[in-house]
Structures are given as C-alpha cells and as structure tokens.
C-alpha cells in the first residue's frame, strides 16, 4: 500500500446502459471521503452479482436511470487507506471487507468508499480474491435464513430446508449455512450433472444432503410431497417449487421481484409506478402462497458490518467458505467482460466470480 493517494484511477465505467459486451475501463477520479462516517478502501478485490450486471443493463433504465459515467459493483475486499473524521473502529491499513451501499456503488475499480455501517475486517484465513466474494451474496442467504427462522415454527434446527442452484454465488453460502450454521436436518438443493460431483468436492460430502439433477428429476419426485419445511428460493421457483412446502412452511425469495416499498427505500429513484407494480405482484404470491398454508417473503437485502462480523466468525471456524468460480485481472477486460456476461445470464457458472484490482 502506498502512502499517497492518487488523484486518478482505473474503474470499470459505463457511458450508457448496456450489456457486458461494451463494459470499458476507464480513468476516473479517486472519490473522496465527504462524510464522517466514510472509509477510503484501494480494492484489492471485487465481486460482481447478477443484480450488478442487471442494474447496469436496459433493466436499470427502467429502474430510474444512473449518472454517468456509472461504476460497477458493490462487493469488495481492500485495505483502508483515509477515514472520516467520526471513524474510531478502523484505521488506515486495516484489511476489510464490504457490501458497500447504493451511494458507494463502484467497486470494480482502484479506490472506493464504503461506510462504518457496512464495513468489517477481513477474516484473517482468507485470500483478497475469496473475501471479496462473501459480503453481498452470504449477507443474502443470511438475512434469508434469519427469516425462515423466524416464520418456521421451532426454528430451522433439525428441519428440512430446500436451497436450489447450490453452486450458485447466493446458493452456495445457503446450503453451507443451512447445514452448518443453523442446524438443518437435511438440505436439499438442484444442480445440473456437470455439478454434482463437484459440490461434495468444495463443500465437503454431505453438504448438501439430497441431490436433485434438475435437468432429470423434479424435486417433489425426489423430496415427497410436503417433505420442506423451508425454501430459500434463488433462481424463481416458488410457484413451481410449491407442492414440496409443508403446510405451516416459509420460503424467502430473491429471484421472484421485490417488495416494491423495501425497493424503493433502497433505490430512491425507482418510478413509483415500478414500486407499484412490484407490490401488486408480491401481494399476488404472498396471497397464493397463503392458500398453501405456506408464508412468503421478499428479501431484500440489508448490507451492515454485524451480518459480516457473524459471517468472519463461521468462516474461522470452518462452517463457511466463499465458493470462488474464476478471478480475472481488472486489466483483462475481456475476461471482464466475459464473466460478467455469464452473471448476466445465470447460467453455467459456478460460486463468484471475481475481479482482482491489480
């Protein structure tokens, strides 16, 4: 770490909305601490989510629009390099870790901002590169669990718990902390062929506990029906996924459309007729899901420092680990590009994909 910080950097910067394909690398100024609250972190390493991509496509346009040039990313791992007036808990080379707010939103790049709130060191086992690829999707499948906690009767502790694409960034970190964390009798999850073997490689065997090739199999043929008790819907399956929910059962999902009031709290500048439409369609599922006898939620996501502390801490005990698929250089904009595309397209990939600032 150098002890000056430059005036320029390099970011990954959008002059429009568009698709991956045309990401570009550009010059931008370093930002600068304006709040008292504020660290300045030199990234040493990014991940990108599909909502990143998502947002940066025609999808954010219709969300409300962006200035530009518009930074990428909101997951990051670095080392302090300034701190606002009012920071007493970090100090300039501390290794951390964020999901950096919607006002922060940059992290594919040399230096960004993050705040106290969202903010915690980097647990001390892992490399750059795998820490950056835990706060936003772990953080997900946390507060997910945190809920089926909470609407599950006696808990998730010696239940069954349905997690699908247990490979994926968010599905990854469900299925570990399901089983590990919360205390799930049996977690279910859905992968394709090429897959299966590998989880029981990077998880370690017997998480999960029931396989299902999706590509084969329908999960209420190999569950029972009513066997779950709760769903951790990552990829839009609630309807579809209903006939395995116990009556009394939950599932929280983050792939059927938010709350549009949660949204928009997040996102100010969401049209309210978006936020309209996103509240008629939750209410629909909240109300058919209800028929079920089965609760429904649509998280999203709260990005804070305590949700990361509790996940440094299951990571030195070795109940979580970031699931890391591919890491490119921030210099190779093509494989940039590339990864960003698969995000785009949720398809084939395995855990996060991550950008190391070099």
Same mark, same amino acid.
């Not at 600068?32 to 909502?51: G, Q």
């Not at 509790?310 to 698929?325: A, T």
């Given at each position: 770490?150098?002890?000056?910080?430059?005036?320029?950097?390099?970011?990954?910067?959008?002059?429009?909305?568009?698709?991956?394909?045309?990401?570009?690398?550009?010059?931008?100024?370093?930002?600068?601490?304006?709040?008292?609250?504020?660290?300045?972190?030199?990234?040493?390493?990014?991940?990108?989510?599909?909502?990143?991509?998502?947002?940066?496509?025609?999808?954010?346009?219709?969300?409300? @629009?962006?200035?530009?040039?518009?930074?990428?990313?909101?997951?990051?791992?670095?080392?302090?390099?300034?701190?606002?007036?009012?920071?007493?808990?970090?100090?300039?080379?501390?290794?951390?870790?964020?999901?950096?707010?919607?006002?922060?939103?940059?992290?594919?790049?040399?230096?960004?901002?993050?705040?106290?709130?969202?903010?915690?060191?980097?647990?001390?086992?892992?490399?750059?590169?795998?820490?950056?690829?835990?706060?936003?999707?772990?953080?997900?499948?946390?507060?997910?669990?945190?809920?089926?906690?909470?609407?599950?009767?006696?808990?998730?502790?010696?239940?069954?718990?349905?997690?699908?694409?247990?490979?994926?960034?968010?599905?990854?970190?469900?299925?570990?902390?399901?089983?590990?964390?919360? /205390?799930?009798?049996?977690?279910?999850?859905?992968?394709?062929?090429?897959?299966?073997?590998?989880?029981?490689?990077?998880?370690?065997? /017997?998480?999960?506990?029931? =396989?299902?090739?999706?590509?084969?199999?329908?999960?209420?043929? %190999?569950?029972?029906?009513?066997?779950?008790?709760?769903?951790?819907?990552? %990829?839009?399956?609630?309807?579809?996924?209903?006939?395995?929910?116990?009556?009394?059962?939950?599932?929280?999902?983050?792939?059927?459309?938010?709350?549009?009031?949660?949204?928009?709290?997040?996102?100010?500048?969401?049209?309210?007729?978006?936020?309209? =439409?996103?509240? %008629?369609?939750?209410?629909?599922?909240?109300?058919?899901?209800?028929?079920?006898?089965?609760?429904?939620?649509?998280?999203?996501?709260?990005?804070?420092?305590?949700?990361?502390?509790?996940?440094?801490?299951?990571?030195?005990? @070795?109940?979580?680990?970031? =699931?890391? @698929?591919?890491?490119?250089?921030?210099?190779?904009?093509?494989?940039?590009?590339?990864?960003?595309?698969?995000?785009?397209?949720?398809?084939?990939?395995?855990?996060?994909?991550?950008?190391?600032?070099?």
């Amino acid at each position: 770490m150098t002890s000056e910080i430059p005036t320029t950097m390099r970011a990954i910067a959008l002059t429009k909305f568009c698709n991956p394909a045309e990401y570009n690398l550009g010059t931008l100024p370093v930002p600068k601490i304006t709040r008292p609250d504020e660290l300045l972190i030199r990234v040493r390493a990014a991940s990108v989510n599909p909502v990143d991509v998502k947002l940066a496509s025609s999808i954010g346009k219709m969300m409300g @629009g962006a200035n530009f040039p518009s930074k990428l990313g909101y997951d990051l791992a670095g080392e302090v390099v300034d701190v606002g007036t009012d920071v007493s808990t970090f100090k300039k080379g501390d290794e951390v870790y964020s999901r950096v707010g919607t006002e922060h939103k940059g992290t594919l790049a040399e230096y960004c901002l993050s705040s106290v709130s969202t903010t915690a060191l980097k647990p001390a086992s892992l490399s750059f590169a795998e820490a950056a690829a835990i706060p936003l999707a772990a953080q997900t499948a946390l507060q997910a669990l945190d809920v089926g906690e909470e609407q599950v009767k006696g808990g998730l502790k010696g239940k069954v718990v349905y997690v699908p694409a247990g490979l994926s960034g968010t599905g990854s970190f469900g299925v570990q902390l399901a089983k590990n964390v919360f /205390g799930a009798k049996s977690v279910v999850t859905s992968l394709s062929p090429g897959k299966i073997k590998l989880i029981g490689e990077l998880m370690g065997e /017997g998480t999960p506990d029931v =396989i299902v090739d999706y590509t084969k199999q329908k999960t209420v043929d %190999v569950t029972g029906k009513g066997s779950v008790d709760f769903m951790f819907d990552t %990829v839009g399956e609630t309807v579809k996924s209903l006939g395995v929910i116990r009556k009394g059962g939950a599932i929280v999902s983050v792939s059927m459309g938010p709350n549009g009031t949660d949204f928009k709290k997040k996102n100010p500048t969401l049209p309210t007729y978006i936020a309209y =439409i996103l509240n %008629v369609v939750d209410w629909l599922l909240r109300t058919y899901t209800g028929w079920y006898g089965v609760s429904y939620k649509a998280l999203v996501l709260v990005g804070n420092a305590k949700d990361l502390e509790r996940l440094s801490g299951w990571v030195q005990e @070795g109940k979580v680990k970031p =699931i890391v @698929g591919s890491v490119v250089k921030l210099s190779d904009l093509e494989g940039v590009r590339k990864g960003c595309q698969q995000c785009l397209e949720g398809k084939g990939g395995v855990g996060k994909f991550v950008v190391e600032i070099d």
